[in-house]
């Protein structure tokens, strides 16, 4: 089959089915999903507890492999590589940003946002500049020497966010972002997702929240392991059109 390049990610039948400890059917968490996921769209998950969207977003994130069915990511077929190469790639393509921030006290913001190059082994002098770039573009370029304690709540998901750009992902997930943040706070940061997307990056939002979800261009919803809806969300393009 042949997987045009402009989609971020593709699946095709992609199952995830757990075992129990005799081999018998525990759940099947997914069943045969069917997704093409374009560069550069604004896409929210949603489901209800057990619809299968934590399962599917740590499949699309390469955190977990599917029983059965293809996954591409950018065009590399991820669902069978081995885990070196899969760790690899995760790397790479995959940026993710969480409901809690996982910053590096001890570590300063720049050095933080450092921290995958440094484990791609890229040289210090480009890790430094690649990471002042990504924290500039959340617009902490003036907090590059605190460490997260002396940042707020936003500030630090801001450095989160710059963390998860500094390697050039081809997709960025994003899981409950905003759930540790008043809805103040919670407003600038999706209002920088959504600067984000009109430079181009390609997100994935797993979310609850229907207000949420209705600011993406488009809202994919699960329900027992399946596709329950795939419409368009509240999103307005650039052309004034509503997604």
């Known amino acids: ?26 759940v099947e968490a997914l ?8 560069h550069g769209q604004y896409m929210a998950i949603m489901g209800y507890s057990g619809s299968g969207k934590s399962t599917l ?7 977990d492999r599917p029983t059965s069915g293809a996954y591409y990511l950018d065009g590399i077929d991820v669902a069978t590589l081995p885990d070196d ?8 393509r995959i940026g993710f940003v969480f409901q809690a921030f996982n910053l590096i006290s001890e570590l300063t913001v720049v050095e933080n946002v450092e921290v995958p190059l440094f484990y791609q082994r890229i040289p210090a002098p480009e890790r430094r500049a690649r990471a002042i770039e990504s924290l ?6 003036d907090r590059l ?6 940042l707020s709540g936003g500030q630090q998901q801001r450095v989160a966010i710059a963390r998860a750009l500094v390697t050039g992902p081809a997709i960025l997930m994003a899981d409950e972002p905003t759930g540790n943040l008043d809805s103040a706070t919670g407003e600038s940061i999706l209002g920088l997702f959504e600067a984000l997307h009109q430079q181009g990056i390609t997100l994935i939002m797993v979310t609850h929240d229907d207000r949420i979800a209705s600011r993406c ?13 795939d419409r368009a ?5 650039a052309s004034g059109s509503t997604a």
């Open 57 to 63: 977003m740590n499949l699309l994130g390469c955190l």
């Open 85 to 92: 190469e899969l760790s690899e790639v995760r790397g790479r």
């Open 145 to 150: 020497g605190h460490r997260p304690n002396q």
């Open 31 to 38: 069943k045969g999903v069917d997704l093409d996921i374009p």
């Open 1 to 26: 089959m042949d997987h045009a390049p402009e989609f971020a990610a593709s699946l095709r039948g992609l199952t995830k089915t757990y075992f129990r400890p005799d081999g018998s059917v525990l």
């Open 217 to 229: 261009e488009r809202v994919v919803r699960l329900r027992d392991g399946s596709i329950e809806s």
């Open 233 to 237: 969300g509240g999103r307005v393009h």
């Open 136 to 141: 500039e573009r959340v617009g902490l370029g």
